[in-house]
């Protein structure tokens, strides 16, 4: 509540909002990269491995490409930025607790809710889908080389199944859900990170708390949007 | 004004204050001192609005601050400037940002914040020390620029809490000697130490805050002459009977 009531005062959160969505989004690149190629390599193997002698192979550019636009693709990112992103905001601001900086913030007339939670949390819910599409697009990429140097299928074949069962809604499903995952990452680690006390323990605390409700969160949403929307 | 009427603070189950009553008045240093953990801090963060009291009230210049909302509050805020125990900078940031936070925040012009960081830094005797960050500072260098954050905003009322603790004796001197000197820029402070040294030297009132109230308040003469056996204990250092070898 106290988030929402600050998400008026842009004038305090408007300044860093382009920083943390550097800082949370474009900094996280890489390891949705990572993560991404590898995810198209082993699904291009194992569709394969399941279709070989029972269904055409260009159905594996189907399934590579429904299966990391709709589920892995949002999903292995938001559980990696989950880590990444969710575990720093929570020792970030779990150390300014401790350190009585968010108290210092206030006392210089700063709400903490619209200097450090609203700009995370906005960052996040609009830098999160834009790392999921980049982790898409090379998803699909590492799948389709995969498919056509690994696995006795042609570039035609690997797009023709791509192309087979493509909805508009694969794409734009993915990106809302990875958008709500980073709203409730971030979300997790600014209440994690501001309700620490104590200590050094206290933040380590904090922190695994927050990437393992962000895990969990991601998880229950994934199934929410599933209903909802499918 | 500052004004502490009756006021109770429990954390849990442990009292901290037990009816707190305290007149700050203007234009002096009023030193808090007491034991550890007998809510020293607590007195200022309630001062300031970071805590609320369970009963009693608090008052700055006819407020009552826990019944301002949020605009107030932060406009009270813009009056006190707030000096932590462990200086309490934003290690992201340089001395100088540290500095022009809170000045942005309060619409200062552009070329004025530039002078005003300038100016407090001098104030404390950091010239050039803009662009360090904490980390690359002393302990003692930080409290100075701690209360060069809080000088900047030309507040009305500084709060410093334990201003000395952990500083060689020359750098206490001089912490001191910028109480004092804030203090004859016409700025009132409320300053919490255990320090009798300290509370010597900028106090024009010293307030014993013992069992969860105030024990005693006078000048620093006033406290040297007591009869009160657990104030003298407190200024003279004496060690605990049960706990005395």
Known sequence: MEAGRALGDVRTWGPLLFFQMRRLGVDSVPIAVFIAVFTGIVLALLSSYIFTGAVPLYFVGALVGKTVMMELGPVLTGMALAGRVGANIAAELGTMKV????????????????????PRVLAATLMFPVVTAFAMAVGVTAGWITAINLLDLSTPEFLKGLRMFYQFKDIWFGLVKSASFGAA?????CLRGLGSEGGAQGVGAATTRAVVLGCEAILVLDAFWALVLL | MIALDDVYKSFGAKRVLRGVT????????????????????VTLKLIVGLLEPDAGQVTVDGAVVQHLDREALTELRGRIGFVFQFAALFDSMTVADNIRLGLARRAVPGDEIERRVGESLAVVGLEGSEAKYPAELSGGMRK???IARAVALRPRYILYDEPTTGLDPVTSADMNELMVKTRDLGVTGVVVTHDMRSAYAVGDRI???????????????????????????????????????
């Open chain 1, 99 to 118: 350190t009585e900086q968010v108290d210092a913030l206030e006392t210089l007339a700063y709400d903490k809710y619209s200097y450090l939670v609203v």
């Open chain 1, 185 to 189: 990452v971030a979300l997790m680690g």
């Open chain 2, 22 to 41: 305290l007149q700050v008045p203007d234009g002096e240093n009023t030193v808090i001192i007491g034991r550890s953990g007998s809510g020293k801090s």
């Open chain 2, 144 to 146: 100075r620029v701690g």
């Open chain 2, 207 to 245: 307030a014993m805050l013992h069992d969860g109230a105030i024990r005693q308040v006078g000048t620093p003469a006033e406290l040297q002459a007591t009869d009160d056996p657990v104030v003298r204990q407190f200024i003279e250092g004496r060690p605990d009977e049960r706990t005395a070898v």
